[in-house]
């Protein structure tokens, strides 16, 4: 093995190790960024990969393998020399970590999707540990509660924005990949991973059974749902100072997602006018509305 590759091994553990101090359970990664260890059972029977977890004991069991145990860390890593990088378990406690992965090899802007569904849904990213990839993309850190099991998926909240949940797992800072190293971006290796926000939360976890719609809407209790439309535009009208452009652009999108959004364009800008916005601010908040739930403005 090259030196470079013994240091990035020696280094991968440092970080593993002192992550692992933090609660946050590591298994050791190739420079594919793929699990360092192969299964145990690859020659075995096609399902006994699938049904074992590491109830045998071996390591190659993926994210199965995961640890907060330093001898155990050690070994997994002694296990494999060629490693350069770990990977962080998502979904186990105490932090029940959750990645955002805002990715960069689409054609799609996926920061800009991500504040479009903030602004649609009435939530904040809160400050938070935020890894920066080689590709120039950013994983965002996020804790949910122990009684919830996020799902991973990628593409389903919004092109270019992958979910890494339960059985899932995060490359660590310090890692080196076959692209270059991931790092913490500055002013956030201090911080804790942030608590999910609770709107954001209902996006990511699986839809509910279907039931009866009730009064009020999840994330903004005090918007009623009205087919006509009054109950948006007292919702744009009740709007303070600093919630008057977030307002607006959650009542459009509900008006253009019920069929009415061409017919109560006049009294969304009459009502956010009232509020003090411009006519224009206006008109282009209620178009950004229309184009994020596919509608021409």
């Known amino acids: 093995m090259a030196t470079t590759d013994r240091q990035a091994t020696t280094l991968a553990l440092a970080h593993a190790l002192s992550a692992a101090e933090r609660g946050l359970a590591v298994i050791p990664l190739s420079r594919t960024k793929l699990p360092a260890l192969r299964s145990p059972h690859r020659a075995g029977p096609p399902a006994e990969p699938l049904s074992c977890h590491g109830e045998c004991g071996r390591f190659g069991h993926g994210v199965y393998d995961a640890s907060t145990d330093p001898a155990r860390i050690r070994d997994l890593f002694a296990a494999a020399p060629w490693a350069t990088g770990y990977g962080i378990a998502c979904g186990l406690p105490p932090h029940h970590l959750v990645g955002v992965d805002l990715d960069t090899k689409s054609e799609t802007d996926s920061s800009a999707a991500l504040r479009e569904l903030a602004l649609r849904h009435l939530f904040t990213i809160p400050p938070t540990v935020v890894v920066l990839t080689p590709s120039g993309g950013r994983h965002l850190w996020l804790t949910g509660p122990p009684d919830s099991v996020v799902p991973n998926s990628a593409g389903r909240l919004a092109p270019g924005i992958d979910i890494r949940g339960a059985g899932g797992y995060l490359v660590g800072p310090g890692s080196r990949t076959r692209h270059g190293v991931y790092t913490t971006a500055p002013g956030t290796s201090h911080l804790a991973p942030a608590p999910c926000p609770p709107a954001l939360l209902r996006l990511l976890l699986p839809p509910p059974r279907p039931h009866r719609p009730t009064p009020g809407t999840p994330g903004t209790p005090d918007a009623p749902e009205a087919p006509d439309g009054r109950g948006l535009i007292h919702f744009v009208l009740a709007a303070h100072e600093?919630?008057?452009?977030?307002?607006?652009?959650?009542?459009?999108?509900?008006?253009?997602?019920n069929g009415i959004g061409p017919a109560l364009l006049g009294p969304l800008l009459e009502a956010a006018q009232a509020t003090g916005l411009t006519e224009r601010e206006a008109r282009t908040t209620i178009a950004s509305a229309a184009r994020m739930t596919g509608h021409r403005p």
């Open 242 to 257: 600093g919630q008057r452009n977030t307002r607006l652009f959650w009542a459009a999108c509900r008006a253009y997602e």
